[in-house]
């Protein structure tokens, strides 16, 4: 199998129903709830693509550009960007949609790095010669 395929293979999008419980005083996503949820669709995307364990090190420019209310669909969507030794970049984008309603919009997107580990927890090549 090629990168390009491997690549997208990997992508993961998963869909989730906004609750009040999740909101803030503005009735709106709380950012730290978006961050894990991110983290956590950025975490599968980057372990569906090595078959590795991996672990994040880091997020990058989390941009907040559309509000989620409650009450709202939301659609996360995460691809591997960029491919190191033994890192790799994943961007995670938040589209957000009204239930009964057509059409949606980005809310929020961001960029996470994390590092495939070996068996001894130890940084571990993303790829190797076997499997692209």
Do not use: W
């Not at 894990?36 to 364990?53: C, H, N, Q």
């Not at 033994?86 to 961001?110: C, H, L, N």
Request: glycine fraction near 6%.
């Amino acid at each position: 199998m090629n990168l390009e395929e491997r690549i997208k293979l990997s992508e993961t999008r998963v869909f989730k129903t906004v609750f009040p419980n999740n909101t803030n005083h503005y009735d709106t996503l709380f950012g730290g709830t978006a961050l894990s949820m991110m983290d956590e669709v950025a975490f599968i995307a980057a372990t569906r693509f090595t078959r590795l364990r991996c672990v994040t090190v880091s997020s990058d420019r989390i941009d907040f550009t559309h509000p989620i209310a409650a009450g709202t669909i939301i659609e996360l969507v995460g691809t591997v960007v960029e491919i190191g030794n033994t890192s790799m970049k994943v961007r995670v984008d938040i589209f957000v949609e009204q239930m009964y309603e057509q059409g949606r919009e980005k809310a929020v997107s961001g960029l996470f790095t994390f590092v495939a580990l070996d068996e001894n927890n130890k940084p571990t090549k993303v790829l190797s010669k076997e499997s692209v």
